[in-house]
């Protein structure tokens, strides 16, 4: 009998494995080696350089000259990648389970990338306190990714949870890295809280703006589906919408990842 597609299953405040998408995690990595972030940092074709053993043979063949290679402008050495899971109680059901999926698919596909340092953060409020858990961190065993069920409650702190861990990244900085923070999310931020004026959607597009003057780069997932909040947020070309469809996923993600990357300032 054919197993049911993890993807789709629906549990709350339990412990879960998370469903793992092959293509995505493909469609991931495939992305990554293409940046200037890769260690895969040579430019193919040249006319002078290294001599391309893979291509050399067109010389005789072709009489072609462009047979050499060159290391390509030197990049950072390390890229920070920070997941920002909304766990507040608008999450329950398929929603934290698509967000969950969706971490356990990057921990898979950064597993073995020794320049990439992957985090996984959940986040919610409740009292009024924003309260910031972490999931996943280089190293660590991936069961963690199992508990994330079990954090869902109360309200959603986007703004204020992206603050939180921007200034972990800025305090920690270093030239030769670059930081991306991916906010996994499924709509409106609902808390307020000190430092926040006006909109509270204002205020978590100040904080994501702030990050990104400072050269940490800031994507946005809507889990929900309508990504419109996070377009405002995040920036249109810096979000994505997902609902369960791995393919589309994996075309839209990738697309914005990639672009991402390629528009990073000054590697930090």
Same mark, same amino acid.
């Given at each position: 009998?054919?197993?049911?597609?993890?993807?789709?299953?629906?549990?709350?405040?339990?412990?879960?494995?998370?469903?793992?998408?092959?293509?995505? #995690?493909?469609?991931? @990595?495939?992305?990554?080696?293409?940046?200037?972030?890769?260690?895969?940092?040579?430019?193919?074709?040249?006319?002078?350089?290294?001599?391309?053993?893979?291509?050399?043979?067109?010389?005789?063949?072709?009489?072609?000259?462009?047979?050499?290679?060159?290391?390509?402008?030197?990049?950072?050495?390390?890229?920070?990648?920070?997941?920002?899971?909304?766990?507040?109680?608008?999450?329950?059901?398929?929603?934290?389970?698509?967000?969950?999926?969706? *971490?356990?698919?990057?921990?898979?596909?950064? =597993?073995?990338?020794?320049? #990439?340092?992957?985090? #996984?953060? @959940?986040?919610?409020?409740?009292?009024?306190?924003?309260?910031?858990?972490?999931?996943? =961190?280089?190293? @660590?065993?991936?069961?963690?990714?199992?508990?994330?069920?079990?954090?869902?409650?109360?309200?959603?702190?986007?703004?204020? *949870?992206?603050?939180?861990?921007?200034?972990?990244?800025?305090?920690?900085?270093?030239?030769?890295?670059?930081?991306?923070?991916?906010?996994?999310?499924?709509?409106?931020?609902? #808390?307020?809280?000190?430092?926040?004026?006006?909109?509270?959607?204002?205020?978590?597009?100040?904080?994501?703006?702030?990050?990104?003057s400072k050269?940490?780069?800031?994507?946005?997932?809507?889990?929900?589906?309508?990504?419109?909040?996070?377009?405002?947020?995040?920036?249109?070309?810096?979000?994505v919408a997902?609902?369960?469809?791995?393919?589309?996923?994996?075309?839209?993600?990738?697309?914005?990842?990639?672009?991402?990357? *390629?528009?990073?300032?000054?590697?930090?």
């Open positions: 009998m054919a197993l049911p597609d993890r993807s789709n299953e629906v549990v709350t405040h339990r412990h879960r494995q998370p469903y793992i998408n092959g293509a995505t #995690v493909a469609s991931i @990595q495939t992305v990554f080696n293409r940046s200037r972030l890769s260690h895969q940092g040579w430019e193919a074709n040249q006319l002078a350089g290294r001599l391309d053993s893979r291509r050399a043979w067109r010389n005789d063949a072709r009489g072609s000259v462009d047979i050499f290679r060159e290391r390509r402008m030197p990049s950072p050495t390390k890229l920070n990648v920070h997941l920002l899971v909304d766990a507040s109680g608008s999450m329950s059901g398929g929603r934290a389970c698509r967000a969950q999926d969706l *971490a356990g698919t990057f921990v898979e596909a950064f =597993k073995r990338i020794p320049t #990439v340092r992957l985090h #996984v953060w @959940q986040h919610n409020a409740t009292s009024g306190v924003t309260n910031v858990f972490s999931n996943f =961190k280089p190293g @660590q065993s991936p069961e963690g990714l199992s508990r994330m069920l079990l954090n869902i409650a109360g309200g959603n702190a986007d703004g204020f *949870a992206l603050d939180a861990i921007g200034g972990l990244i800025t305090s920690a900085y270093r030239p030769d890295e670059t930081n991306l923070v991916i906010v996994i999310s499924d709509g409106l931020p609902s #808390v307020t809280g000190n430092g926040a004026t006006g909109d509270i959607l204002d205020h978590s597009t100040l904080v994501a703006q702030t990050l990104q050269g940490v780069m800031v994507m946005g997932v809507a889990i929900a589906g309508d990504d419109r909040a996070h377009k405002r947020m995040y920036g249109e070309a810096n979000s997902f609902t369960g469809d791995w393919a589309k996923l994996a075309r839209d993600f990738s697309f914005v990842f990639g672009r991402v990357l *390629a528009a990073r300032k000054g590697g930090r």
